[in-house]
């Protein structure tokens, strides 16, 4: 089949782990950790700070040269010992004030929370976040603070890719998980061009929808990806290659997720093949290993 990126391609394409190559930015010696992509992320709450740092690794693992995770107060001494190689700072004042001329893509929602005073707090950042023009990838708890913004108006300033599962689909489009997984295409076109964004349908076979209309699959069919912190480690690696893609002037949503989903799932493929069960950590190294290498 035609690959995904083409103009071409097909109803749905084959997302294939030989097409990786075509979907990164050019690598070259010259190259520094500002020119590589920096990557702001938003993520994490007690209780769920394994999500941020699964996500925070997986960006660089994807090729990012800089990343920093903003997170509560409360969470700064817990993220700061366990994560070496990416800068973690207090979550800004105002919610969500960057300095966005500092950042070449934005990951928001593994872990985040939506309850009480929390969650209003979050949906304020994600609002400004998402009107900087910044490219974007929204996970997680994301994905239904995105829905509730959505109802008010809002509309994004920037190129987005939402990373579902079946459940935060149902509450981002309505379309119950029954449903979409029982005929993908049939909804992702419709929303992907609604929403105007890629949209990721994560499931056993995973569906990459753009709003210009293509669609691309991943046959996955790999029960070892479905434990803990998966999902954030998919989301971390979109964010990593969709920072590295803008700062090489190609702010491609979709070569961004096609490139992370076939990673992530060829690197479920690896790992369950070499060593049986494995945990979602695992797939951070395998997953760079991988992107590393296509070249």
Not at 212 to 218: C, H, K, L, N, Q
């Amino acid at each position: 089949p035609a690959r995904p990126n083409s103009p071409a391609a097909p109803s749905a394409s084959l997302v294939d782990e030989s097409d990786i190559p075509s979907w990164l930015p050019p690598d070259t010696p010259a190259r520094h950790k500002g020119s590589r992509g920096r990557l702001a992320v938003f993520a994490g709450a007690i209780g769920s700070s394994g999500a941020a740092c699964l996500a925070s690794r997986s960006a660089l693992a994807a090729g990012s040269g800089l990343v920093a995770l903003f997170a509560s107060p409360e969470l700064l001494p817990i993220l700061s010992s366990r994560l070496e190689s990416v800068m973690v700072r207090p979550e800004p004042a105002e919610a969500g004030a960057i300095e966005q001329d500092r950042w070449d893509a934005l990951l928001v929602g593994p872990g985040w929370g939506i309850a009480a005073e929390r969650g209003e707090r979050n949906r304020r950042a994600l609002g400004r976040l998402l009107s900087t023009g910044l490219p974007a990838v929204v996970d997680a708890d994301g994905i239904r603070l995105y829905r509730e913004l959505l109802a008010s108006g809002f509309e994004p300033s920037g190129p987005l890719v939402l990373t579902p599962h079946p459940g935060e689909y149902e509450a981002l489009t309505g379309v119950s998980p029954e449903r979409a997984l029982a005929d993908p295409a049939a909804t992702l076109r419709e929303r992907a061009a609604a929403l105007r964004a890629v949209i990721v349908l994560k499931s056993h076979v995973t569906w990459i929808a753009a709003p210009d209309g293509r669609i691309a699959v991943w046959e996955g069919l790999e029960s070892g990806l479905a434990t803990a912190g998966s999902g954030d480690v998919l989301a971390g690696l979109t964010g990593g290659l969709l920072a590295s893609l803008a700062a090489a002037d190609r702010p491609d949503p979709f070569a961004a997720a096609c490139a992370a989903v076939a990673a992530h799932g060829t690197a479920g493929r690896r790992l369950r093949a070499a060593r049986g069960w494995f945990e979602a950590g695992d797939l951070v190294a395998e997953a760079g290993r991988i992107l590393g290498g296509a070249r």
